[in-house]
T-cell receptor
Framework: GDSVTQMEGPVTLSEEAFLTINCTYTATGYPSLFWYVQYPGEGLQLLLKATKADDKGSNKGFEATYRKETTSFHLEKGSVQVSDSAVYFCALLQGAQKLVFGQGTRLTINP | DTAVSQTPKYLVTQMGNDKSIKCEQNLGHDTMYWYKQDSKKFLKIMFSYNNKELIINETVPNRFSPKSPDKAHLNLHINSLELGDSAVYFC????????????FGDGTRLSIL
């Protein structure tokens, strides 16, 4: 079945560092891809999405590009802030609206 | 304005009890979902309803019964609670059944004693 694999966390960085969180997927067909963020004590919020190959999703300084050839959707940010500390989930959506999530990556940014 | 709201936020109860979690969305969406997040943060879909009709029912014990009285509500009733039911349960909604993003509530943390 469809699956999503994210890089193992936790990830700890200093403020203004460059961030990459790897995400690869396995799916039949061409799913839509998403990054969701979960701040402490809150629900998931959609961060960005891409619906077809070579699409780039971007929001709040975060970017991810849908790479069909490598089945990847890595999340990047050029300069992280303390407020970016959260758990990040990569997910794919195909067919009957069933979101399949990766295991989540906890990110901590130190001042 | 809260888009997807769940009640209660916290639920602590004894093993064997029956409990319900309520979810309401004011986004005008016609599809709603329940997800379970375990202690390792792994998220998995449980149910999905579109226009009050069940469309996704993952392998979930039949102690869990969703009920959708209308498009804006999807409640989750759990019978005979077990220790393994301890988790955070998230409600979500989306427009239609295409590739639309899902909007999540803040979750209900269920703890079984």
């Amino acid at each position: 079945g469809d699956s999503v694999t994210q890089m193992e966390g936790p990830v700890t960085l200093s403020e203004e560092a460059f961030l990459t969180i790897n995400c690869t997927y396995t799916a039949t067909g061409y799913p839509s891809l998403f990054w969701y963020v979960q701040y402490p004590g809150e629900g998931l919020q959609l961060l960005l999405k891409a619906t077809k190959a070579d699409d780039k999703g971007s929001n709040k300084g975060f970017e991810a590009t849908y790479r069909k050839e490598t089945t990847s959707f890595h999340l990047e940010k050029g300069s992280v802030q303390v407020s970016d500390s959260a758990v990040y989930f990569c997910a794919l959506l195909q067919g009957a609206q069933k979101l399949v999530f990766g295991q989540g990556t906890r990110l901590t940014i130190n001042p | 304005d809260t888009a997807v709201s769940q009640t209660p936020k916290y639920l602590v109860t004894q093993m064997g009890n029956d409990k319900s979690i309520k979810c309401e969305q004011n986004l005008g969406h016609d599809t709603m979902y329940w997800y379970k997040q375990d202690s390792k943060k792994f998220l998995k879909i449980m149910f999905s309803y579109n226009n009050k009709e069940l469309i996704i029912n993952e392998t979930v014990p039949n102690r869990f019964s969703p009920k959708s009285p209308d498009k804006a509500h999807l409640n989750l009733h759990i019978n005979s609670l077990e220790l393994g039911d301890s988790a955070v349960y998230f409600c979500a909604s989306s427009r239609g059944t295409g590739n639309q993003p899902q909007h999540f509530g803040d979750g209900t943390r269920l703890s079984i004693l």
